[in-house]
């Protein structure tokens, strides 16, 4: 199993910036892949970033040049540095891990907010 926490949004003004962090635990050594996904209300959850252990990051053309992530290994934690936010960035945010087996996005995070209106 493989537990994951969010953390870091909050309401932020268009342009603002927000750094969000998910924490992995139980059997992190299984983690083959990690990702971001955003969900709005009504809407398909949908990966904006993500990467493998090959350190090959993927991101959405919607994000590219203002989101970022990271992750430090040291403390299991995977990070999403979100620069230059718009309002249609608004969703909860969630951290998603790929274990193997079974190979499939099978974690998931509880969330959270991220909210950008002037």
């Known amino acids: 199993q493989v537990h994951l926490v969010e953390s870091g949004g909050g309401l932020v003004q268009p342009g603002g910036s927000l750094r969000l962090s998910c924490v992995a635990s139980?059997?992190?050594?299984?983690?083959?892949?990690m990702g971001w996904y955003p969900q709005a209300p009504g809407k398909q959850r949908e990966v904006v970033a993500a990467?493998?252990?090959?350190?090959?990051?993927k991101y959405a053309d919607s994000v590219k040049g203002r989101f970022t992530i990271s992750r430090d290994g040291a403390k299991n934690t995977v990070y999403l540095q979100m620069s230059s936010l718009k309002p249609e960035d608004t969703a909860v945010y969630y951290c998603?891990?790929?274990?193997?087996?079974?190979?499939?996005?099978?974690?998931w995070g509880q969330g959270t907010q991220v909210t950008v209106s002037s």
């Open positions: 998603a891990a790929r274990p193997s087996p079974p190979y499939t996005w099978t974690f």
């Open positions: 139980g059997n992190i050594f299984s983690i083959i892949a």
């Open positions: 990467y493998n252990r090959g350190e090959v990051t």
